[in-house]
């Protein structure tokens, strides 16, 4: 069954006559090793339905007992954005029914959720800093996955039945809500895929998940609603459910706009409904309808106590926290003195903590640079794969750049050992003594090539003697044609000129 695709207007049309509001609910699958409340493993990609306890199924006459790794990994995660956390706060049980929920409710956190009131800078490409506030993070468990089996799509229409795998029920999970998000314009698309990659980058610096969306580690449920312009009363908000990847959240939010924009250019009104995301069409499909009150039935968790957060253990957490990733941006950029562009290249490459261990291990900022914005991933895309994953070490670099400073190869060689090098050859010094690569820096037996090739060019010879000493290129090309790459090309144009007496 496709679905009907909906009307939508140009985003550049919705943009000149509405608003954006957005407002994200991202959750984060924590990597704790046991799960939210129960001692089975959190493990991902284990034979379906082995790491399932009794607790997770929500079996007669089982206790749960709250994971205290997991409320520690929250806090961390609070306090990383910004957030207050809450000296005491409780579980409570939403309450619905579905085959991924043997326990027919889901135990989160309701009405004090452990951490509150956050912000946090989201940077744009170009540099331009948005301020997104956290209204909460809240502590709750995963469903189980389901499997559809049989249709052309692998959804649960078409399907002829489905498959539930209960390892992932109970994993701890961690959501975080902002307050809705206005002021970001035609931004709005790329806000929400920025915005995204700086949780999951949050996360997984504070080393509390894996944040591998194609996992579902990190899943975002993007709100969109509109507000004609001038007007300052938000609109009725769809909400795409699960969008996991980067690049499709930026996209749903931008056909979100351009559909709502469709709905209410016609007159008619928005519905407020899920929605889900299609990779294949590129657009998004009506869930089901949504209040803001739906009823959940929330109340208190009987069988677990608050969790109380002393001052100490909180002071504790907080002096664990790593640099954040942002701070540590800036001061790279500084210490390394790249300006906004190089540095920004460098970021998008995935080669910042490449070179940072480069110049780490001895290399100057510039020539880590170099080889890693330059040969290093001229290689990697040929490979298709990350610079990072070439297995190229910063030893190795750094061993490269000295034989460069000392002479003994140029950089037409040394990309040539770093051939050698990625075939397994050994380390540049041991490549360069295999293949007798060394730089020709014996002058005598480049004098030797210089007057062979002059002789085999007297025209360019007289060229240069009448002071055109352009035409050096040529006698230069035709010693390292001759030496095979290994002269050093500044010393043969020395002596060339040297040889017939002109000064360079
Ligand atoms: P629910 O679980 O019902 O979706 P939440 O409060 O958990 O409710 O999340 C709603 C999200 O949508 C929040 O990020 C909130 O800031 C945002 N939001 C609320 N109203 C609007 C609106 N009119 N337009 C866009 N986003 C909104
Ligand atoms: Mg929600």
């Not at 591998?212 to 795409?240: H, Q, Y």
């Amino acid at each position: 069954m496709t679905a009907v695709t909906d009307e939508t207007l140009s985003f550049d049309e919705a943009m000149a006559k509405y608003d954006p509001v957005l407002g994200f609910e991202v959750h984060v699958e924590l990597n704790t090793r046991t799960k939210m409340f129960s001692a089975a493993p959190n493990a991902f990609g284990d034979e379906p339905n082995t790491n399932v306890s009794p607790v997770d199924l929500g079996l007669p006459g089982v206790l749960p007992v709250v994971n205290r790794a997991a409320v520690e990994y929250s806090i961390k995660i609070g306090l990383a954005l910004g957030c207050k956390i809450a000296p005491s706060c409780t579980f409570a049980r939403k309450n619905y029914f579905y085959p991924d929920t043997p326990k027919n409710f889901q135990t989160s956190q309701y009405e004090d959720p452990i951490a509150y009131d956050g912000a946090i800078d989201i940077e744009l490409e170009d540099g331009t800093v948005f301020t997104v506030e956290i209204e909460r993070a809240h502590m709750e468990e995963d469903a189980g996955k389901l499997t559809h089996m049989g249709g052309a799509t692998g959804r649960i229409q078409g399907a002829d039945f489905s498959l539930v795998d209960y390892n992932r029920a109970g994993v701890p999970l961690v959501e975080i809500v902002t307050k809705p998000i206005v002021g970001a314009g035609s931004r709005a698309p790329e806000l929400a895929r920025a915005y995204v990659a700086t949780i999951r980058e949050i996360v997984k610096n504070l080393g509390v998940s894996d944040a591998r969306m194609e996992r579902g580690n990190v899943r975002c449920d993007a709100n969109v609603s509109l507000m004609p312009k001038g007007s300052a009363t938000f609109g009725t908000r769809s909400e795409t459910k699960n969008v996991n990847s980067l690049r499709a959240v930026e996209r749903a939010v931008r056909y979100e706009i351009q559909r709502h924009a469709a709905v209410l250019e016609s007159g008619q009104k928005v519905t407020q409904e899920t929605r889900h995301w299609h990779e294949d069409t590129r657009s998004t499909t009506a869930g089901r309808p949504k209040s803001d009150a739906d009823d959940y039935r929330y109340f208190p968790e009987p069988d677990l106590v608050p969790v109380v957060t002393s001052e100490e253990w909180i002071e504790e957490l907080r002096a664990q926290l790593p640099e954040p990733p942002a701070e540590r941006r800036r001061r790279l950029k500084e210490a390394w003195g790249y300006s906004d562009a190089e540095f920004r290249d460098v970021v998008n490459a995935g080669v910042m903590d490449s070179i940072e261990e480069t110049i780490a291990a001895g290399a100057s900022a510039a020539a880590a640079r170099k080889w890693w914005m330059g040969e290093v991933s001229r290689r990697a895309k040929e490979a298709e794969v990350d610079p990072a994953e070439l297995g190229i070490t910063a030893a190795t670099i750094v061993e490269l750049d000295s034989l460069i400073r000392a002479g003994k190869i140029n950089d037409k060689l040394a990309r040539k050992v770093l051939e050698h090098v990625l075939a397994g050859e050994g380390t540049p010094a041991e490549v360069v003594q295999q293949h007798g690569m060394a730089v020709v820096s014996d002058d005598a037996a480049l004098l030797e090539a210089i007057d062979a090739a002059l002789a085999a060019q007297p025209d360019v010879a007289e060229k240069i003697r009448g002071g055109k000493v352009q035409a050096a290129g040529a006698i230069v090309g035709g010693v390292m044609k001759a030496t095979r790459g290994q002269a050093d090309a500044g010393r043969v144009r020395e002596l060339i000129f040297e040889r017939l007496g002109v000064a360079g």
